[in-house]
């Protein structure tokens, strides 16, 4: 069965899944991955070794890519949010 032989694969998600790669190579698996990112930018996609997830693309997090914030308590009183540059 082809799911045994090339258990890597990148699926689109747009209602049902649609495969668009498969492979037997975790990095050929990975460019295939990086590569319908580029080709499916406003898609949802995920690479996927049978059910467990490796990588998800979410396109509406694009403005919040390379920003992150960490919210400190030091005491009950004193909350401060920090962001990262």
Known sequence: MVGEEFPFK???I????EV????????IGR???ETAKRLYPKDVLE???GAHIIGRSDPHAKALQGR????VTI???????????
């Not at 668009?20 to 990095?27: D, G, I, M, P, W």
């Open 14 to 17: 747009n209602g049902s899944d």
């Open 68 to 71: 992150s914030s960490v919210l």
């Open 31 to 33: 460019a295939a991955f």
């Open 47 to 49: 690479y996927r070794r």
């Open 10 to 12: 990148v699926v689109r």
């Open 20 to 27: 668009l790669a498969r492979s037997v190579n975790l990095l």
């Open 75 to 85: 005491g009950a009183s004193d909350r401060r949010q920090y962001q990262a540059a």
